[in-house]
């Protein structure tokens, strides 16, 4: 199994900064190589929807409405994918998810989820 735990969210008003992070743990003994970390967001009453990606070579890819705003990162040696958001905006506001999808060194595909960690952006 794979253990995925954001942290980083909370209160920030209109123009805010805010920092997630994403920390990946294996199950001792398991080898899990992971392709790509994804940000989704869920806000009240919302679809989720895709925030940013990034892959093993460290593609980026964001929707538009974070583009120019968010910066999605991976640090391979700590385990950890960071969403360092800035200039927040209200519409924002939302549970972030983290998803980490690869293989446990066979063709078969996984994917987990974190936990969600809050963010909220007031006017």
């Known amino acids: 199994q794979v253990q995925l735990v954001e942290s980083g969210g909370g209160l920030v008003q209109t123009g805010g900064s805010l920092t997630l992070s994403c920390v990946a743990s294996v199950a001792p003994g398991g080898i899990f190589s992971i392709n790509r970390v994804t940000w989704y967001r869920q806000g009240s009453g919302k679809q989720r929807e895709l925030v940013a990606r990034?892959?093993?070579?460290?593609?980026?890819t964001y929707s538009d409405s974070v583009k120019g705003r968010f910066t999605i990162s991976r640090d391979n040696a700590k385990n950890t994918v960071y969403l360092q958001m800035n200039n927040l905006k209200p519409e924002d506001t939302a549970i972030y998810y983290c998803?980490?999808?690869?293989?446990?060194?066979?063709?078969?595909?996984?994917?987990?989820w974190g936990q969600g960690t809050q963010v909220t952006v007031s006017s």
């Open positions: 998803n980490a999808d690869g293989s446990w060194g066979t063709p078969l595909e996984y994917d987990y």
């Open positions: 990034i892959t093993s070579g460290f593609t980026e």
